[in-house]
């Protein structure tokens, strides 16, 4: 009985840890270093979460996103909102997303971005979609989304939206 309490507590206080994460720290794999990534709570039965990061490539040699898994999606991809004739338009990148040498792609409202299709539940402010970015040169880098507080977030909780490192707003 002690032993089950013990696992019990310690699957409690590691199930939560990733939750603390600091969304202002980046994740760095290599040359590639993913920061303020976040996601936006959902309501009930959505089927659908967003996510959004900036990629910075620090290296001489540009890499691709090719895919992206998670813990709370059925499949997750890769996409690019844009103006097209004064429509904006969404468009799945099924071949990935180049990280340019020396450059930065920032993940945004209105321009790239993930989704997270087909929810096994919905995503509760403060809680987090922990993601699995793969790269063709950087290999698997392990990501967590917290939740922002609010459902019309354009920034992870805590940051001024337009004070984002590689995500300004206009």
Not at 50 to 69: E, K, P, R
Not at 82 to 99: F, N, R, S
Not at 154 to 164: E, L, Q, R, T, V
Request: with cysteine.
């Amino acid at each position: 009985m002690k032993y089950r309490l013990l696992f019990c507590a310690s699957v409690l206080i590691g199930a939560t840890a990733p939750l603390a994460a600091d969304p202002q720290m980046p994740v760095v794999a290599g040359t590639l270093k993913i920061e303020n990534a976040f996601t936006r709570p959902t309501l009930g039965g959505a089927t659908v979460a967003v996510g959004y990061m900036t990629i910075v490539n620090t290296g001489t040699v540009a890499d691709t996103l090719l895919s992206v898994t998670s813990d709370v999606s059925a499949t997750t991809e890769i996409h690019e909102s844009k103006m097209v004739g004064g429509v904006m338009e969404m468009d799945e990148l099924p071949k990935g997303l180049a990280i340019p040498a020396g450059g930065t792609v920032a993940f945004k409202p209105g321009s790239y971005h993930l989704m997270f299709v087909g929810l096994k539940q919905a995503v509760k402010p403060g809680a987090a979609i922990h993601a699995t970015l793969a790269f063709a040169k950087a290999g698997r880098i392990a990501v967590t989304f917290p939740a922002a507080d609010s459902f019309g977030a354009m920034a992870p909780s805590g940051m001024d939206p337009n004070n984002m490192n590689g995500m300004k707003m206009q």
